[in-house]
């Protein structure tokens, strides 16, 4: 119990980490995404070598994970990648919400990944969540947003499949600075050409806020690998949603945005099944180590 109160106020702390990472992204202006997702990344490349050395810990990557970190970056980056792109063209709870669809597919890649046999519960609860995405995606031919849309779809696809490898890493050992850094670290070698092939020079602005962008995604990611660590995605998975809460706050507060109808719905449905299907886990396991 101690170590799952540690993994929640872990994850509460990354929900606010990154839902300031995507205001700052937003906030940054008329840049291309490549350039975005780099400087991200380099920032908390930068943070994530640093404690690495103020640990004193050595930068290896034994054989038995190594998989798992290269498709923990792989599905992270690409990931990402998508969700910066759907930042800068949807609303920022819309964009945070489809990216908070990550632990359902979670659910489906834990399967082949981590052979965990999904429930009747899990199930039911990831078909409904897709029925909320359709609110918040709205696929029309009237929809503007369509694609955007769906590319922040494949980013909640990509963040989920990327915390799954998280999750089996650190059960084969893996320590938290050295998953940030190798991730941090491939998302800025894949999207260092299409930058410098893109570049667009920044005011000095601009640079402050990718600068905050970075630290607060350091902040997030640090602090979910920590909470992943500390107990599993299901006894966690509803707390996440609190960065959507984040997002729509700073989106209301300083964008002047206000979610559509449909979308709030698509909110309510996603995050009210998210908290049954995490409501029965927990008690399913509580009943399960009583008896």
Partial sequence: MKDQAKGIICIIIAAMGFSLMTFFVRLSGELPTMQKAFFRNAFALVIAVATLIIKGDRFSIPREYRSDIF??????????????????????ADANMLNKLSPFFAILVSIPVL???????????????????LFIIRPTGTNMALV????????????GTAYVFVRSAGRKGAKTPIIVTCFSLFSCLLTL????????????RQWMILILAGLSAAMGQFA?????RYAPAKKLSVF??????FAALWGFLFLHEIPVPLSLIGYVIIIGIAVIRWYKSVNSTENTTAA
């Fill in 193 to 204: 050409p299409f930058m410098i092939a893109g570049y667009v020079p920044m005011t000095g």
């Fill in 240 to 245: 996440d949603y609190v960065q959507v809460i």
């Fill in 224 to 228: 979910i690998t920590t909470a992943y």
């Fill in 148 to 159: 955007p849309a769906l590319i922040g779809l494949y980013g909640g696809f990509g963040a």
């Fill in 115 to 133: 052979k965990e046999k999904p429930s009747r519960t899990d199930i039911v609860a990831t078909v409904i969540a897709f029925i909320g995405a």
């Fill in 71 to 92: 498709f923990r970056c792989l599905f992270g980056t690409t990931g990402l990648i998508a969700n910066f792109y759907a930042i800068d063209r949807l609303n920022l």
